[in-house]
């Protein structure tokens, strides 16, 4: 099942990654999530941190929700890649051939599943595009979350894809909510 969601944030994408890619912190921000942690970093460039484009880790995470009246609760390792994209293209360059390109920086944060008990597959990818308001000016960011999601063994799984797809835009929310009052 793949599942996902869209917001716009008003806020600067440097605000919006700090929150995403606070990796343990993330329970803090995102409802449901009851551990987040780094369990080992791979493949780093030589100094790389969490946030700076080039971090890879390996994270824990727990998650509890209620499935049709049960206590659900599963956790998932993860691989986490950042990446920092650019896209870009000129705008009224046919009215004024001085204009420069416009690049809308572009981050992204995938990850893949490598153990868990309750699901098989649980691969998805963050994406933040910076643009402006047309109404203020101000820096504005989109944010998607998509995942691939395909849960192990006797798991309902009509009533844990219809949990995910509410917890989706709660999570876009909470996201939402933690980068305009905390952000970086």
Known sequence: RRIGGEIIVDAPLDDVWAILTDYDNLSTHIPNLVESRRIGTKGNLFGSEPGDGNHKCQ???KGAQKIIGFDFRASVTMDMVEKVLVSGNTVNSALDPKTLPMFMPEKRIGFKCIDSMFFSEFDGEWQVQEGESS????PQCTVSYIVDVRPKGPVP?????WRIREDVPTNLRA???S????GL
Do not use: D, I, P
Not at 135 to 138: A, L, Q
Not at 157 to 161: F, S
Not at 179 to 182: D, G, I, K, L, N
């Open 175 to 177: 996201v939402k909510k």
């Open 157 to 161: 799984v009509a009533a844990l894809e």
């Open 179 to 182: 980068a305009q009052e905390v």
């Open 59 to 61: 994270l824990y995470q």
């Open 135 to 138: 109404v203020t000016g101000e």
